[in-house]
Nanobody, 116 residues
Framework: QVQLVESGGGLVHAGGSLGLSCAAS????????MAWYRQAPGKQRELVAT??????AHYADFVQDRFPISLIREHTVYLQMNSLKPEDTAVYYC???????????WGKGTLVNVSS
């Protein structure tokens, strides 16, 4: 059974930085995508950034180079969040999906709270 565990959320002042980590256990996929999504109160979940197992990264427009994503080891993704804004406040979720498979695995989420 694949399980994803996120860590690193918390409270930070605007302009500050946080790093989010997500580790997937039970995964033996060789080719996969890992991604970060976020969901703010009263809003739909939205994609923040995604990276393939071959290292190709893609970002939502609102990221604007503030949130570099990286694979720090197999099945473990890291999101470095810089220049945080109050509107970045949300629960951040990690997702893993193997290439060619419809099933996606999600973590339970970690809260990021940016105060003004």
């Amino acid at each position: 059974q694949v399980q994803l565990v996120e860590s690193g959320g918390g409270l930070v002042h605007a302009g500050g930085s946080l790093g989010l980590s997500c580790a997937a256990s039970g995964s033996s996929f060789s080719y996969y995508n890992m991604a970060w999504y976020r969901q703010a109160p009263g809003k739909q979940r939205e994609l923040v950034a995604t990276i393939t197992s071959t290292g190709s990264a893609h970002y939502a427009d609102f990221v604007q180079d503030r949130f570099p994503i990286s694979l720090i080891r197999e099945h473990t993704v890291y999101l470095q969040m810089n220049s945080l804004k109050p509107e970045d406040t949300a629960v951040y979720y990690c997702k893993l999906q193997a290439w060619g498979r419809s099933v996606a695995y999600w973590g339970k989420g970690t809260l990021v709270n940016v105060s003004s």
